[in-house]
């Protein structure tokens, strides 16, 4: 982590506190043993909800009634929420459409048959898809902060239109009286409303859970973690991103047509951007990560909150502290309070039962231990070896430019890649190495120039494009899914490239697990499939990038500075690592690199640029004796240099 | 008796509006139980909060209530939202609804068969507000006239009351321009420019209590004070406002409001109300809140209900009413006040007056007593008006309910004669 | 071609626009500073400019509202609400710069719930309000109309304020700090710049241009515990039109989105509400990081 960010996280508050909540946290294996307890708190959950009008007061069965269909609100919510990552500010736009189209025909006699609350609730889901389509073009231009205020500006855009559209909606005075049919009547059947309800949340569940675990859904998790190496999975983010935004808002509708229903009536004051913040707040407090969270969070909402009204006339203020506290120091909410308790309650039954749970660690990986026995590249370099002059060229890129305002960083450059070649590009600092090597996997567009792969014209194209036609790539920055396991990040880009995640429903296909379980023991790290990304050393995450870089079926594998920042003997193995899979699998690879001796060691050609222009290209031997490559890195130490 | 009501008591407007008249409310019903309560049977009146302008949580109250099975009569909320759909609910659940603070749209019963039927309306609000104002600017000779009003339920209802019966008065009068901005909006020059440029000869607003001033002093930063404005400026105690800025108000301009403690006071039912009213809110007095007059006049009603039919029934409820001759002591009258067969309305009244300062009391900004234009429903509103209110069949009432009612309202009308400094009762037109 | 109102009602409705963009700037300029410096979106900056408000309501009793004593508790009222900003970003805001987007958006969202209730317990529920000092009384005739003194007052202030904020920003060495804060907060750790105290001194000029503009703006209306989410969901229009963290854009988006509101007026009454939510999509639509955005969205 850089400087700044220990220094902000020095100056925090929190280290007293964390200090003590890590003396809380029970070990792994006690919360993973835990999910088991916490299934069966869920399902209770479920169970108690299901049976309320059994045993609860009919007060009680009403919140419950509330609770589920704001808990489906926020549960849809957390589709975008916590599967890809995106925050949405105006979710209640979704509400309010389904809400309306249930109660609007209704209202209005003249509708005829469109007039029937029932049917008319069976469209909910399609006029939330089709809203969400449309307005996701709009939104979905926006990223991160500017998404959550743009889905800000959208939902009191539409508030705004059902507050004024008095003749269809009644505005802040709303419709009233819709009764949906005799044996849903709140009075005569409560406890059939009741059931409805129930039963049509819990369908929902059913199907948000059926897609949070497709393989669409890890592709996601996948976006949601790190949209960068995503696109290098092949994956179309922005597809992604429209599809779970209509995901979201078909089910976000379902809740609103429940809630009128329920309700009987619908007004403005309903769908403002409260109402989404207020969804927000349910995921939040109930735990985000955790797939009933939101339902958590609503009941807590739908209870505490009648509880501090009668207390307390500062209701908003003791809630806002719950929100705050929450959100500063138990980000995992209800249900990892739960969790936690449950780990704890596992390892102490284990403690008198006279077991220990210990964490493992992956400090040592296997691949690390194979490099003790690998040659020194030195010597290998010094060592003549056969250099391949390849193939057809295979990435071919001519008099590409690129400028940042006023700043040339690439000026006419070109290379040629030959099938089957390791190609080096190398330069001093300030080169243009990466913005060319961004150039070359599409993130950046040429000003002017061409790119060819494999013969054709591939100027301008989008990376995941690239991706599928066979060129994965490597960051300088370790890029990974960092909180996915290690063969979650293979699987997925595995998966992704040929649009497998794509399928909202069912598992990846067979055999593909164990593929990707194989590639990971080829790079060796076949003990860790388990662990997650961020917990692997720094050298196993340069070697799980890799994996990840191959596993999208490339051809062509595009490594920027693969030895950055890892020890010599880590860099030893990595080179071997690339070395041979380079060789199993006939690629091609293009790596920048800044360690000479890599360079020299495993190059069959080298490019060589300065000042954005290419220099010299050659082989080792015509590089080494270039007299204006070395004029070029005069007074440049080979080493401890920080990006191109 | 049991009878239940969920205010508004904690959130920005209601905490204003609220409290005030449930004290009231409750005071009364302890001044009721000590003389045999009604009919015999000790009252219980439970209010609960209803949870700051969440309409399902209003709604919520009120069906836990009605699932109880505890209560027996249902008070309206402060929340109009959560007012407009109740009547719909506990139409459906069997029970009678008396509209009860603040919010009653009801006047325009466009769904008398679903929820109307149970509905009783003993203080009609936005709708009286609207057509007293009306009247007074009919009678002030006013042709051009621009409305200013929230855009939201109570601002639209009032503004729509105004202006059909402004016409109906003034047929070649013109309403000049409606601006809807919003209810909490602050900067009204905007608006102001509109209504400026279409040059009326005075202005209706149906913004009240604390939320007229900002727009009076924005109209008097426009120099505009030659034109006059009617404003609802209901006097709280409770809306501080005004004590801050007298000196804002134009000197042209005008307060509606449903129920002057000035006038009310006077009624015999009025003067005991008041008492406990006042009693009640120690700090408020003399003022007594026009919301705690509805919420007295709904126990007045629920009362007289009670002791006529013997029951909680509102089906008996409905007969009574419509059989026409059903009145029941309130504070708007000096003689019993009748209660309309066909919209089961009371014959309430608001009153416009000229808005003056009285340095006696907690808001100085008050109504001058002697300006006072009162109007009940029997002056600004025809029967034949009345059986358009409704969309039931008005065959449903018998001519003979009809005269009865007529002999009520020219019972009650007489009783009113030389009242309230000589207001004119002119019988409308 | 001028539709459906007279040429002077255009200049009397663009004048009293003006007006409106001066309010939106006023509330929206320190929104934006704290956001191009600090990387997180304050939802508690309305509840900032409401703290503004009733300060000023509360001290106009004990030093007056005349002409001198006006400036008097503008000022103090600003600074009390920078202090309450200190204290609020030194406690609660610090922890979370490096947090998640959700954590950052519901830790200042908290703070509306928060102040909301104290506000409402302090000063009660029904709004409250200074008058207007004498020299800004009355009106200035303009094409036939009038348009409220203090109008072209929230004018002159906002006109200040921009180019004050210009000053420190360009001219001054914090000012380049902060600039550089901006651009790339982690180079300025290391050159050794304190930034902790950069960071709280930042949100403090913004908390103090939000109690600034609430104890200013308070004189024309009525200040209520709702004022919060309205300022602030406007001030988040203008600074995302604007593109976020850019002063000159929030300049631009405030007399774009005051202008759509007051001649919305004239064009579509129906729909005044909705047309600043329109001019935010269609603008965004358009250009996703905003009109002065510099960074891709």
């Given at each position: 982590?850089?400087?700044?960010?220990q220094?902000?996280?020095?100056?925090?508050?929190?280290?007293?506190?964390?200090?003590g909540a890590?003396?809380?946290?029970?070990s792994?294996?006690?919360?993973?043993?835990?999910?088991?307890g916490?299934?069966?708190?869920?399902?209770?959950?479920?169970?108690?909800?299901g049976l309320m009008?059994?045993?609860?007061p009919?007060?009680?069965?009403?919140k419950g009634q509330?609770?589920?269909?704001?808990g489906?609100?926020?549960?849809s919510?957390?589709?975008?929420?916590?599967?890809?990552?995106l925050?949405?500010?105006?979710h209640?736009m979704?509400?309010?459409?389904g809400?309306?189209?249930?109660?609007?025909g209704f209202?209005?006699?003249a509708w005829?048959?469109?007039?029937d609350?029932?049917?008319?609730?069976a469209?909910?889901?399609?006029?939330?898809?089709?809203?969400?389509?449309?307005?996701?073009f709009?939104?979905?231009?926006?990223?991160?902060?500017y998404f959550?205020?743009?889905?800000?500006?959208?939902?009191?855009?539409?508030?705004?239109?059902?507050h004024?559209?008095?003749?269809?909606?009644?505005?802040?005075n709303?419709?009233?009286?819709?009764?949906?049919a005799?044996?849903l009547?709140?009075?005569?059947h409560?406890?059939n409303?009741?059931?409805?309800?129930?039963?049509c949340?819990?369908?929902?569940?059913?199907l948000?859970?059926v897609?949070m675990?497709?393989?669409?859904?890890?592709?996601?998790?996948?976006i949601?973690e790190?949209?960068?190496?995503?696109?290098?999975a092949g994956?179309?983010?922005k597809?992604?991103?429209?599809?779970?935004?209509?995901?979201?808002?078909t089910f976000?509708a379902?809740?609103?047509?429940?809630a009128?229903?329920?309700?009987?009536?619908?007004a403005?004051?309903?769908?403002?951007?409260q109402r989404?913040?207020f969804?927000?707040i349910?995921?939040?407090?109930g735990?985000?990560?955790y797939?009933?969270g939101?339902?958590?969070g609503?009941i807590?909402?739908i209870?505490?909150?009648?509880?501090?009204?009668?207390?307390t006339?500062?209701?908003?203020?003791?809630?806002?502290?719950i929100?705050?506290?929450?959100?500063?120091?138990f980000v995992?909410?209800?249900?990892?309070?739960?969790h936690?308790?449950l780990?704890w309650l596992?390892?102490?039954?284990?403690r008198l039962r006279?077991i220990?749970?210990?964490?493992?660690?992956?400090?040592?990986s296997?691949?690390?231990?194979?490099a003790?026995?690998l040659?020194?590249?030195?010597?290998e370099?010094?060592e003549?070896?056969?250099l391949?002059?390849?193939?057809?060229?295979?990435?071919?890129?001519?008099?590409?430019t690129?400028?940042?305002?006023?700043l040339?960083?690439?000026?006419?450059?070109?290379?040629e890649v030959?099938q089957?070649?390791?190609?080096?590009?190398?330069?001093?600092?300030?080169?243009?190495?990466?913005?060319?090597?961004?150039l070359l996997t599409?993130?950046?567009?040429?000003d002017s120039?061409?790119?060819?792969?494999?013969?054709a014209d591939?100027?301008g194209?989008?990376?995941?494009?690239?991706?599928k036609?066979?060129?994965?790539?490597?960051?300088?920055?370790?890029?990974?899914?960092?909180s996915l396991?290690?063969?979650?990040?293979?699987?997925?880009?595995?998966?992704a490239?040929?649009d497998?995640?794509?399928?909202?429903?069912?598992?990846?296909?067979?055999?593909?697990?164990?593929?990707?379980?194989?590639?990971?023991?080829?790079?060796g790290?076949?003990?860790?499939?388990?662990?997650?990304?961020?917990?692997?050393?720094?050298g196993?995450?340069?070697?799980?990038?890799i994996a990840?870089?191959?596993a999208?079926?490339?051809r062509i594998?595009?490594?920027?500075?693969p030895?950055?920042?890892?020890?010599?003997?880590?860099?030893?193995?990595?080179?071997?690592?690339?070395?041979?899979?380079a060789?199993?699998r006939?690629?091609?690879v293009v790596?920048?690199?800044?360690d000479?001796?890599?360079?020299?060691?495993?190059?069959?050609?080298?490019?060589?640029?300065?000042?954005g222009?290419?220099l010299?290209e050659?082989?080792?031997?015509?590089i080494?004796?270039n007299p204006?490559?070395?004029?070029?890195?005069?007074?440049?130490?080979?080493?401890e240099?920080?990006?191109a | 008796?049991?009878i239940?009501?969920?205010?508004?008591?904690?959130?920005?407007i209601?905490?204003?509006?609220?409290?005030?008249?449930?004290?009231a409310?409750k005071?009364?019903?302890d001044?009721l139980n000590q003389?045999?309560?009604?009919g015999?049977?000790?009252?219980?009146?439970?209010?609960v909060?209803?949870?700051f302008?969440?309409v399902?949580?209003?709604?919520?109250a009120?069906?836990?209530a009605?699932?109880?099975?505890?209560?027996?009569?249902?008070?309206g909320?402060t929340?109009?939202?959560?007012?407009?759909?109740?009547p719909e609910?506990?139409?459906?659940?069997?029970?009678p609804?008396?509209?009860?603070i603040?919010?009653?749209h009801?006047?325009?019963?466009?769904?008398f068969?679903?929820g109307g039927?149970?509905?009783?309306?003993p203080?009609?609000?936005?709708?009286?507000?609207?057509?007293?104002?009306?009247?007074?600017?009919?009678?002030?000779?006013?042709?051009k006239?621009g409305i200013?009003?929230?855009n939201?339920?109570?601002g639209q209802?009032?503004?729509?009351s105004?202006?059909?019966?402004?016409?109906k008065?003034?047929?070649?009068?013109?309403?000049?321009?409606?601006?809807?901005?919003?209810f909490?909006e602050?900067?009204?020059?905007?608006?102001?420019?509109?209504?400026?440029?279409?040059?009326?000869?005075?202005?209706?607003?149906a913004?009240?209590?604390p939320f007229?001033v900002?727009?009076?002093?924005?109209?008097k930063?426009?120099?505009?004070?030659q034109?006059?404005?009617?404003g609802?400026?209901i006097?709280?105690a409770?809306?501080?406002?005004?004590?801050?800025?007298?000196?804002?108000?134009?000197a042209?301009?005008?307060?509606y409001?449903?129920a002057?403690?000035?006038l009310?006071?006077q009624?015999p039912?009025?003067?005991i109300?008041t008492?406990?009213?006042?009693?009640?809110?120690?700090?408020?007095?003399?003022?007594?809140?026009?919301?705690?007059?509805?919420?007295?006049?709904a126990i007045?009603?629920?009362?007289?209900?009670?002791?006529?039919?013997g029951?909680?029934?509102?089906?008996?409820?409905?007969?009574?009413?419509?059989?026409?001759q059903?009145?029941?002591?309130?504070?708007?009258?000096?003689?019993p006040?009748?209660?309309n067969p066909?919209t089961?309305?009371?014959?309430n009244?608001a009153?416009?007056?000229l808005v003056?300062?009285?340095d006696?009391?907690?808001?100085?900004?008050t109504y001058?007593?002697?300006t006072?234009l009162?109007?009940?429903?029997?002056d600004?509103?025809?029967?034949?008006?009345?059986?358009?209110l409704?969309?039931r069949d008005?065959?449903?009432?018998?001519?003979?309910?009809?005269?009865?009612?007529?002999a009520?309202?020219?019972a009650?009308?007489t009783?009113?004669?030389?009242?309230?400094?000589?207001t004119?009762?002119?019988?409308?037109? | 071609?001028?539709v459906?109102a007279?040429a002077?009602q255009?200049?009397?409705?663009?004048?009293t626009?003006l007006g409106?963009?001066?309010?939106?700037?006023?509330?929206s300029?320190g929104?934006?500073?704290?956001?191009?410096?600090l990387?997180?979106?304050?939802?508690?900056?309305?509840s900032?400019?409401?703290?503004?408000a009733?300060?000023a309501?509360?001290?106009?009793e004990?030093?007056?509202?005349?002409?001198?004593?006006?400036w008097?508790?503008?000022?103090?009222?600003?600074?009390?609400?920078?202090?309450?900003?200190?204290v609020?970003e030194?406690?609660?805001?610090?922890?979370?710069?490096r947090?998640?987007?959700?954590?950052?958006?519901?830790?200042t969202?908290?703070?509306?719930?928060i102040?909301?209730?104290?506000?409402?317990?302090?000063?009660?529920?029904?709004?409250?309000?200074t008058?207007?000092?004498?020299?800004?009384?009355?009106?200035?005739?303009?094409?036939?109309?009038?348009?409220?003194?203090?109008?072209f007052?929230f004018?002159g202030?906002?006109?200040?304020?921009?180019?004050?904020l210009?000053?420190?920003?360009?001219?001054t060495?914090?000012?380049?700090?902060v600039?550089a804060?901006v651009?790339d907060?982690?180079?300025?750790?290391?050159?050794?710049?304190?930034?902790?105290?950069?960071?709280?001194?930042?949100?403090?000029?913004?908390?103090?241009?939000?109690?600034l503009?609430g104890?200013?703006?308070?004189?024309?209306g009525l200040?209520?515990?709702?004022?919060?989410?309205?300022?602030?969901?406007?001030?988040?229009?203008?600074?995302?039109i604007?593109?976020l963290?850019?002063?000159?854009?929030?300049?631009?988006?405030?007399i774009?989105?005051?202008?759509a509101?007051?001649?919305?007026?004239?064009?579509?009454?129906?729909?005044?509400?909705?047309i600043?939510?329109?001019v935010?999509?269609?603008?965004l639509a358009?250009r996703?990081?905003?009109?002065?955005?510099?960074?891709?969205?």
């Amino acid at each position: 982590m850089t400087a700044i960010a220990q220094q902000l996280r020095s100056l925090s508050m929190l280290p007293a506190l964390s200090a003590g909540a890590r003396r809380l946290q029970a070990s792994r294996q006690a919360y993973t043993e835990a999910n088991r307890g916490l299934w069966i708190v869920g399902f209770g959950l479920i169970a108690l909800m299901g049976l309320m009008p059994f045993f609860a007061p009919s007060s009680h069965i009403l919140k419950g009634q509330q609770a589920l269909y704001f808990g489906l609100l926020a549960l849809s919510l957390n589709l975008l929420v916590n599967m890809i990552g995106l925050i949405s500010f105006g979710h209640a736009m979704f509400f309010g459409f389904g809400g309306y189209l249930v109660a609007v025909g209704f209202a209005k006699e003249a509708w005829g048959p469109f007039g029937d609350p029932l049917l008319m609730f069976a469209f909910t889901p399609l006029i939330g898809a089709v809203s969400a389509f449309v307005i996701g073009f709009v939104v979905l231009r926006g990223r991160e902060l500017y998404f959550g205020l743009l889905t800000l500006g959208m939902g009191q855009l539409i508030w705004a239109a059902a507050h004024g559209w008095q003749s269809l909606t009644g505005g802040t005075n709303g419709t009233t009286g819709v009764f949906a049919a005799d044996w849903l009547s709140p009075f005569e059947h409560a406890n059939n409303l009741y059931w409805f309800v129930f039963l049509c949340v819990l369908v929902c569940t059913a199907l948000i859970w059926v897609i949070m675990r497709s393989p669409f859904g890890d592709a996601c998790r996948a976006i949601r973690e790190n949209r960068r190496r995503a696109e290098f999975a092949g994956i179309w983010v922005k597809r992604y991103e429209m599809t779970a935004f209509v995901i979201a808002g078909t089910f976000g509708a379902v809740a609103g047509g429940l809630a009128v229903i329920s309700e009987t009536q619908i007004a403005s004051g309903q769908i403002d951007w409260q109402r989404s913040a207020f969804a927000l707040i349910m995921c939040l407090i109930g735990g985000y990560r955790y797939f009933l969270g939101p339902f958590a969070g609503a009941i807590f909402f739908i209870w505490v909150r009648d509880w501090l009204t009668k207390e307390t006339t500062l209701w908003d203020t003791v809630f806002g502290i719950i929100v705050l506290c929450v959100a500063l120091f138990f980000v995992a909410g209800l249900s990892g309070t739960i969790h936690w308790a449950l780990a704890w309650l596992v390892t102490g039954i284990k403690r008198l039962r006279g077991i220990r749970l210990v964490d493992e660690a992956p400090e040592l990986s296997a691949a690390e231990h194979e490099a003790v026995h690998l040659p020194s590249l030195a010597s290998e370099a010094a060592e003549p070896r056969e250099l391949r002059t390849g193939g057809e060229p295979v990435l071919v890129a001519r008099n590409l430019t690129k400028s940042f305002g006023g700043l040339v960083a690439v000026n006419g450059a070109s290379i040629e890649v030959r099938q089957g070649t390791m190609h080096a590009i190398i330069g001093p600092n300030g080169a243009g190495k990466t913005t060319f090597f961004n150039l070359l996997t599409g993130l950046y567009k040429p000003d002017s120039g061409t790119i060819h792969l494999e013969g054709a014209d591939v100027t301008g194209v989008a990376p995941w494009r690239l991706v599928k036609r066979g060129l994965g790539r490597s960051f300088q920055q370790t890029n990974l899914f960092w909180s996915l396991t290690a063969l979650d990040n293979v699987l997925i880009s595995e998966a992704a490239v040929d649009d497998q995640t794509l399928r909202i429903v069912g598992k990846h296909r067979p055999g593909l697990r164990e593929r990707s379980h194989q590639l990971l023991d080829r790079v060796g790290l076949g003990s860790f499939a388990g662990f997650s990304a961020s917990e692997l050393s720094h050298g196993d995450q340069r070697s799980l990038e890799i994996a990840s870089a191959i596993a999208v079926n490339s051809r062509i594998l595009l490594l920027d500075e693969p030895t950055a920042g890892i020890s010599p003997s880590e860099t030893r193995t990595a080179v071997e690592l690339i070395r041979r899979i380079a060789r199993e699998r006939d690629l091609t690879v293009v790596f920048v690199e800044h360690d000479m001796e890599v360079v020299f060691g495993i190059a069959d050609r080298i490019t060589v640029l300065a000042r954005g222009s290419v220099l010299a290209e050659g082989t080792p031997a015509e590089i080494r004796a270039n007299p204006e490559v070395q004029k070029a890195y005069l007074g440049e130490t080979t080493d401890e240099e920080a990006g191109a | 008796m049991n009878i239940f009501a969920a205010e508004d008591l904690a959130a920005v407007i209601g905490r204003a509006i609220a409290p005030d008249a449930v004290n009231a409310a409750k005071a009364y019903v302890d001044t009721l139980n000590q003389s045999g309560g009604m009919g015999g049977c000790n009252v219980v009146l439970d209010v609960v909060e209803e949870t700051f302008g969440d309409v399902p949580a209003c709604l919520r109250a009120y069906r836990d209530a009605i699932q109880s099975k505890k209560y027996d009569v249902f008070f309206g909320p402060t929340n109009s939202a959560c007012m407009f759909a109740l009547p719909e609910l506990t139409t459906a659940a069997g029970y009678p609804v008396l509209s009860g603070i603040a919010a009653d749209h009801q006047p325009y019963l466009e769904n008398f068969g679903k929820g109307g039927k149970y509905a009783f309306h003993p203080s009609v609000s936005t709708f009286m507000e609207g057509r007293a104002a009306a009247r007074f600017a009919a009678e002030n000779g006013w042709k051009k006239v621009g409305i200013v009003a929230p855009n939201y339920a109570y601002g639209q209802d009032a503004a729509k009351s105004f202006r059909e019966y402004f016409l109906k008065l003034v047929p070649d009068g013109e309403i000049v321009t409606e601006q809807f901005p919003e209810f909490d909006e602050d900067n009204f020059t905007p608006f102001i420019n509109q209504i400026a440029e279409s040059e009326p000869d005075g202005v209706f607003s149906a913004y009240f209590g604390p939320f007229i001033v900002p727009f009076w002093k924005q109209w008097k930063a426009a120099g505009l004070e030659q034109i006059p404005t009617i404003g609802g400026l209901i006097v709280l105690a409770t809306f501080e406002v005004a004590q801050t800025s007298p000196g804002d108000i134009p000197a042209n301009s005008y307060g509606y409001d449903r129920a002057p403690w000035q006038l009310l006071e006077q009624t015999p039912v009025g003067q005991i109300q008041t008492e406990a009213a006042r009693a009640a809110n120690p700090d408020s007095a003399p003022i007594v809140s026009s919301f705690a007059y509805q919420m007295l006049n709904a126990i007045s009603m629920t009362k007289a209900f009670v002791e006529q039919t013997g029951a909680a029934d509102p089906e008996a409820w409905k007969a009574l009413v419509e059989q026409g001759q059903f009145a029941f002591d309130g504070a708007y009258q000096f003689a019993p006040t009748p209660v309309n067969p066909l919209t089961h309305m009371g014959d309430n009244c608001a009153a416009v007056g000229l808005v003056g300062s009285d340095d006696t009391l907690p808001v100085p900004v008050t109504y001058d007593p002697s300006t006072f234009l009162m109007s009940c429903m029997d002056d600004v509103l025809t029967q034949e008006e009345a059986a358009q209110l409704v969309d039931r069949d008005a065959s449903e009432i018998t001519q003979e309910a009809l005269d009865a009612y007529q002999a009520n309202v020219d019972a009650a009308r007489t009783a009113r004669e030389g009242k309230w400094n000589g207001t004119p009762a002119t019988p409308p037109s | 071609m001028i539709v459906g109102a007279s040429a002077s009602q255009y200049v009397v409705q663009i004048v009293t626009g003006l007006g409106s963009a001066a309010v939106l700037f006023l509330i929206s300029s320190g929104l934006t500073l704290t956001f191009g410096a600090l990387r997180i979106v304050n939802f508690a900056h309305g509840s900032l400019y409401m703290l503004g408000a009733y300060l000023a309501v509360s001290l106009r009793e004990p030093i007056g509202f005349s002409n001198g004593t006006f400036w008097i508790v503008l000022i103090l009222a600003g600074l009390g609400v920078a202090l309450a900003g200190v204290v609020l970003e030194v406690f609660f805001f610090r922890p979370i710069y490096r947090r998640p987007l959700l954590t950052q958006l519901l830790v200042t969202f908290s703070f509306v719930l928060i102040l909301a209730g104290i506000v409402r317990s302090i000063w009660g529920a029904e709004g409250e309000s200074t008058s207007v000092p004498p020299f800004l009384g009355g009106g200035v005739k303009i094409a036939g109309g009038s348009i409220p003194t203090y109008q072209f007052f929230f004018m002159g202030l906002s006109v200040a304020v921009a180019v004050g904020l210009y000053l420190f920003l360009y001219r001054t060495g914090i000012g380049r700090m902060v600039r550089a804060a901006v651009s790339d907060p982690e180079l300025l750790g290391l050159s050794g710049v304190n930034v902790r105290i950069l960071f709280t001194g930042v949100f403090a000029v913004g908390a103090f241009l939000a109690g600034l503009a609430g104890a200013a703006v308070t004189m024309q209306g009525l200040s209520g515990p709702d004022i919060a989410v309205r300022a602030v969901i406007l001030a988040f229009v203008v600074i995302v039109i604007g593109g976020l963290g850019s002063l000159i854009g929030a300049f631009v988006a405030s007399i774009l989105v005051g202008l759509a509101q007051d001649l919305g007026i004239i064009w579509v009454p129906e729909a005044t509400l909705a047309i600043v939510f329109v001019v935010l999509v269609v603008v965004l639509a358009i250009r996703p990081q905003g009109l002065f955005g510099s960074r891709v969205a």
